[in-house]
T-cell receptor, first 115, second 113 residues
């Protein structure tokens, strides 16, 4: 089944304790992205990657890191989480076609609480 | 940069009636406008999209209209059913190469039986 998977689905942690949220897709998509969803703010892009070893900042990158060493994986790293990073996180992926938009497929989400 | 405003934030309609959700965008260069549906506990899923070279697109009970002059686009759901209850997001982009979407704030749609 074509899908985007995220782990963990739920995480409660404490301020300053490094964590990683994994994202994997099995559709051979070049593009992957991380979003956070907060009430009243919609989805805001954190980082995205156009292909292996190519990453760029989205609208709210502060406090986050990403890496893209393999095409299928795009982990989100919080080196020193703070309470304002409590949110619902989504990973997404899509094909890249020059001059044409392709559908973004979203994972099921990771609910993160930082105490 | 692009800014997308979505209204209303909540919408409640009787089953069988129509629902309309509206979005405005700020960047006149935007040329791609998708709509996503998010069911409880799940990630958003694309339900329909429109590109700037057309003014309207329809898929069964769902339609999207685009007014580039006024910089707004709308989602229309006819003959609503209980399974249409969800959060709906609009988005806009002009960055085809970067695949960068800017989302609206979301609308929680409730269909009352």
């Amino acid at each position: 089944e074509a899908q985007v998977t995220q782990n963990p689905r739920y995480l409660i942690t404490v301020t300053g304790k490094k964590l990683t949220v994994t994202c994997s897709q099995n559709m051979n998509h070049e593009y992957m992205s991380w979003y956070r969803q907060d009430p009243g703010l919609g989805l805001r892009q954190i980082y995205y990657s156009m292909n292996v070893e190519v990453t760029d900042k989205g609208d709210v990158p502060e406090g986050y890191k990403v890496s893209r060493k393999e095409k299928r994986n795009f982990p989100l790293i919080l080196e020193s989480p703070s309470p304002n990073q409590t949110s619902l996180y989504f990973c997404a992926s899509s094909l890249v076609t020059s001059g044409y938009w392709n559908e973004q497929f979203f994972g099921p989400g990771t609910r993160l609480t930082v105490l | 940069g692009e800014n997308v405003e979505q209204h209303p934030s909540t919408l409640s309609v009787q089953e069988g009636d129509s629902a309309v959700i509206k979005c405005t965008y700020s960047d006149s260069a935007s040329n791609y406008f998708p709509w996503y549906k998010q069911e409880l506990g799940k990630g958003p899923q694309l339900i329909i999209d429109i590109r700037s070279n057309v003014g309207e697109k329809k898929d069964q009970r769902i339609a999207v209209t685009l007014n580039k002059t006024a910089k707004h686009f709308s989602l229309h759901i006819t003959e609503t059913q209980p399974e249409d209850s969800a959060v709906y997001f609009c988005a806009a982009s002009n960055h085809q190469g970067a695949q960068k979407l800017v989302f609206g704030q979301g609308t929680r749609l409730t269909i009352n039986p």
